[in-house]
């Protein structure tokens, strides 16, 4: 779990120095499993969460971009209804 966490972490360290960027958490993501799930902790991602252009956000997470109101969740509420 480690290593993937500072491969994510230097992955995002590279594009947030490109561009904004929204990490919402997913089904199997280290945090909590009730929805709404918290955003990852900053600590877990000690290089790019230093960016100013990382936002940690929750699931599902709101956001607008070019005047356009997106909502988006990870899919698990979708997941429950088809089981």
């Known amino acids: 779990l480690a290593h993937c966490i500072a491969a994510l ?3 995002l360290t590279a594009v947030c120095a490109a561009m904004p ?3 919402m ?3 199997s993501d280290p945090c909590n499993y009730l929805l709404p799930q918290q955003p990852l902790h900053a ?3 000690q290089h790019s969460s230093a960016q100013s252009t990382l936002n940690l956000c929750t699931n599902p997470h709101a ?3 070019g005047g356009v109101e997106f909502l988006g969740s990870s899919g698990q ?3 429950d209804m088809i089981r």
């Open 9 to 11: 972490d230097t992955f």
């Open 21 to 23: 960027v929204d990490l």
């Open 25 to 27: 958490p997913g089904d």
């Open 43 to 45: 600590c877990l991602l």
């Open 63 to 65: 956001c607008t971009v």
């Open 77 to 79: 509420p979708l997941d």
